[in-house]
């Protein structure tokens, strides 16, 4: 790895605890960086995802064809309530990560027995990630109520709001053999919601593994699919998804910072159940 890279390593996880101790040979791959200082948003429930900067919003897909649904014969999300919150608030409305339940992200959504699941459309193909809120339920809680919109968070102004975090933002740090990484509204690895997770189930992350950072800022909203081998077991890990659409992006053309040179964008964020 090129002194460059280092030093844009050692950049992203200054905040992360246990950041990578496996970048001194040519083979290592970096982890995923951290997440959580502020950028973008909306301010209704069901509206478009946080946007600002290089996070970028997806431009309008009229073109979606349902036959390539990924959520296709699951209970779909009919959408969340209003959530109101205090924008000038001083602290989390939420109370912190923790006191954020799977009840609060799931006010609104239909009863059913199937297992909780998120699909993700990209440019690149659709990617269906089953969720594992028994193991990991606070960091599940904190996607489902950012992807619906029942979670508050903060926007680039430091105001608290609810609305659907994750659709349009981009794939902002994608390798081959690695992850692919998104959830940052500001595009460049520094951006969150305004608020870090708990600790919170640190097992091994091989192929198809959902994570996410957590503990220090920031943390609380950027995520990574597994799409080889992954890091080592610093990271929340909430679930696990189909990889064809993941190393499909992980292969695009990419810049110095790992950040692919057309935007590649998560069109919808949407939860459901499915048998």
């Given amino acids: 790895m090129h002194l460059r890279s ?15 101790a496996s970048c001194s040979s ?51 999300d009919p959408g969340a309530p209003a959530v109101t919150v205090d924008p000038n608030a001083t602290t989390d409305p939420a109370g912190g990560a923790a006191a954020f339940t799977l ?28 969720l594992d809120d028994a193991a990991a339920p606070i960091s599940v ?10 979670r508050p968070y903060q926007d680039s102004t430091k105001k608290w709001k609810t609305g659907r975090f994750y659709d349009g933002l981009t794939w902002h740090r994608v390798i081959p053999g690695f992850v692919i990484q998104g959830g ?52 929340n890990v909430f679930g696990t998804c189909t990889t064809e659409a993941a190393i499909a992006i992980a292969n695009v053309p990419v810049d110095g910072n790992d950040k692919p040179t057309t935007p590649v964008h998560m069109l919808t964020v949407e939860i459901g159940r499915c048998p």
Avoid: W
């Fill in 6 to 20: 280092v030093a844009l390593l050692l950049s992203s996880f200054a905040v992360v605890p246990a950041a990578l």
């Fill in 26 to 76: 040519s083979t290592s791959k970096p982890a995923p960086a951290g997440d959580g200082t502020t950028s973008g948003g909306v301010g209704t429930s069901g509206g478009t995802g946080a946007d600002g900067g290089d996070g970028g919003t997806a431009p309008v897909d009229a073109g979606f064809d349902p036959a390539t649904d990924p959520l296709l014969g699951c209970t779909k």
């Fill in 103 to 130: 009840d609060k992200a799931l006010a609104g959504f239909p009863s059913s027995s199937g297992k909780l699941t998120v699909g993700i459309r990209t440019e690149n193909g659709n990617i269906k990630c089953t």
């Fill in 141 to 150: 809680a904190n996607f489902v109520g950012l992807a619906r919109g029942t």
């Fill in 184 to 235: 940052d509204p500001a595009g460049t690895g520094f951006g969150g919601p305004g608020y870090d997770l708990v600790n919170e189930n640190h097992v091994d992350e091989p192929l198809g593994v959902l994570a996410m950072a957590a503990a220090t800022v920031p943390s609380g909203s950027q995520f990574y699919i597994v799409v080889g081998k992954g890091p080592a077991s610093d990271y």
